[in-house]
Every structure is written in structure tokens, then in C-alpha cells.
């Protein structure tokens, strides 16, 4: 049994937890996954390690109820824990002193961003952070952000925090700007996703996109 150690309501939908895995922590790195059953009957749901403590021995996953499983996985509590938790899964993002690089997270896609940009950051890149969200209700780690980076860019696309405007815009004006970008990550929406690639595309940036479902 995996237990539960803190649980945080993110938004009305996003749900935080920090759950002993003392092998997952052990071995864990960026950009890997986990996938958890809440019970021995339970739907396999994947999901990225938003963040781990070797220390601790924990991992921190977040989440989104969006179906049966989540919303049983969102009813759990502090003290609770998941019966199953598989992983580290799925290759480590390749780290490396790129030089300067750009991190793009839309929505929950901050949650599998942040362990990425902190290794980034570690490794002796110039790390700018673009995060996106519908509003301002559905940003989280702002903090946790700008402690990895040198650079953070908010964007809501209602404009109640931050810049209003899609992510795809501050990325299109830093390509235009500067020509030491070396690397662009982005997170999130499939569609989002895309169009992060289409606007990279021209400037011949290497760009690297999470296709977990």
C-alpha cells in the first residue's frame, strides 16, 4: 500500500499528492511516469511524476478529475493510500547544458514541466518558463516555477493573471528576439502541443512535446 501523505486542492478539478514510494523516489527522474490503482479492482491510470523526494521517500502527483477513476482517485484523503504504484516508467527527458531553453506549460501540463525545468536548471541552463492557463484558477506552482528559472512568462487566456494571451505568443516574440534558444519543451493540451511546434518550426528549433495520453 502506498499511503498518502498531503493532499492540496489545486482548483475544482486539480488535485495534489504526496505519496510514499520509497522505490519510485529512489530511481525516479525527469520526464517518467507512474501508473497508480486506487483499489485491486481499479482502472491503471498513468501519470507523470510531478515532482519526487529521495529523501523522503515520496513522489507528488497531480491530477485531474475528469472521469470515474480520477474523481474515485480525487476522493481520497490524507492517511489513504493506492493500492498499486508501478514505475518509474518511460525514458528520463534528455538533460543536457543546452545553453538557453524554453519551457512551455499549459494547464496541468505544469505539474510534469517543473520536474524538467528543475533539471534543467541544475544542469547550467538559462531556463525561461512560459505558463498558460484558461484563467488564473487553474495556475499552480508559480513559486515552485521561478525558483527553477531565470525567466517566467504568465499567460491566462482571459488575462485575469499574467499576460492575456495564448503561449504560442511570448514564444513566437522570444524567437524573434533571441537566437540562443537552443531547446523548447512544451506541455499540455494535444492542441496546444501543436501549435508550439508550428510557431518553433520556422526558426529551426529543436522542439520536444509530451505525447502521453
Same mark, same amino acid.
Given at each position: 500500500?502506498? #499511503?498518502?501523505?498531503?493532499?492540496?486542492?489545486?482548483?475544482? !478539478?486539480?488535485?495534489?499528492?504526496?505519496? @510514499?514510494?520509497?522505490?519510485?523516489?529512489?530511481?525516479?527522474?525527469?520526464?517518467?511516469?507512474?501508473?497508480?490503482?486506487?483499489? @485491486?479492482?481499479?482502472?491503471?491510470? /498513468?501519470?507523470?511524476?510531478?515532482?519526487?523526494?529521495?529523501? $523522503?521517500?515520496?513522489?507528488?502527483?497531480?491530477?485531474?478529475?475528469?472521469?470515474?477513476?480520477?474523481?474515485?482517485?480525487?476522493?481520497?484523503?490524507?492517511?489513504?493510500?493506492?493500492?498499486?504504484?508501478? =514505475?518509474?516508467? =518511460?525514458?528520463?527527458?534528455?538533460?543536457?547544458?543546452?545553453?538557453?531553453?524554453?519551457?512551455?506549460?499549459?494547464?496541468?501540463?505544469?505539474?510534469?514541466?517543473? /520536474?524538467?525545468?528543475?533539471?534543467?536548471?541544475?544542469?547550467?541552463?538559462?531556463?525561461?518558463?512560459?505558463?498558460?492557463?484558461?484563467?488564473?484558477?487553474?495556475?499552480?506552482?508559480?513559486?515552485?516555477?521561478?525558483?527553477?528559472?531565470?525567466? !517566467?512568462?504568465?499567460?491566462?487566456?482571459?488575462?485575469?493573471? =499574467?499576460?492575456?494571451?495564448?503561449?504560442?505568443?511570448?514564444?513566437?516574440?522570444?524567437? @524573434?528576439?533571441? #537566437?540562443?534558444? $537552443?531547446?523548447?519543451? $512544451?506541455?499540455?493540451?494535444?492542441?496546444?502541443? #501543436?501549435?508550439?511546434?508550428?510557431?518553433?518550426? /520556422?526558426?529551426?528549433?529543436?522542439?520536444?512535446?509530451?505525447?502521453?495520453?
Amino acid at each position: 500500500m502506498y #499511503k498518502i501523505l498531503e493532499k492540496q486542492v489545486l482548483s475544482d !478539478v486539480t488535485k495534489l499528492m504526496v505519496v @510514499e514510494a520509497p522505490q519510485v523516489a529512489r530511481k525516479a527522474k525527469a520526464g517518467q511516469f507512474v501508473i497508480v490503482r486506487t483499489d @485491486e479492482t481499479a482502472e491503471r491510470i /498513468p501519470l507523470t511524476i510531478a515532482d519526487y523526494d529521495r529523501a $523522503a521517500q515520496t513522489i507528488t502527483l497531480i491530477f485531474q478529475e475528469v472521469g470515474q477513476s480520477t474523481l474515485k482517485m480525487g476522493a481520497l484523503n490524507k492517511g489513504d493510500s493506492f493500492a498499486n504504484i508501478a =514505475g518509474p516508467l =518511460g525514458h528520463p527527458t534528455e538533460i543536457e547544458a543546452y545553453g538557453t531553453v524554453a519551457c512551455v506549460a499549459g494547464g496541468v501540463g505544469i505539474a510534469p514541466m517543473y /520536474p524538467i525545468a528543475r533539471a534543467l536548471h541544475q544542469a547550467g541552463n538559462h531556463v525561461i518558463t512560459i505558463m498558460g492557463a484558461r484563467c488564473e484558477d487553474l495556475l499552480f506552482w508559480q513559486e515552485k516555477m521561478a525558483a527553477v528559472s531565470d525567466q !517566467v512568462i504568465i499567460c491566462t487566456d482571459d488575462g485575469s493573471c =499574467g499576460r492575456k494571451a495564448l503561449v504560442t505568443e511570448p514564444l513566437k516574440e522570444l524567437l @524573434e528576439q533571441r #537566437k540562443d534558444i $537552443a531547446h523548447v519543451w $512544451a506541455i499540455g493540451p494535444t492542441i496546444m502541443m #501543436k501549435f508550439v511546434s508550428a510557431t518553433t518550426s /520556422p526558426f529551426n528549433v529543436p522542439t520536444t512535446v509530451s505525447l502521453n495520453t
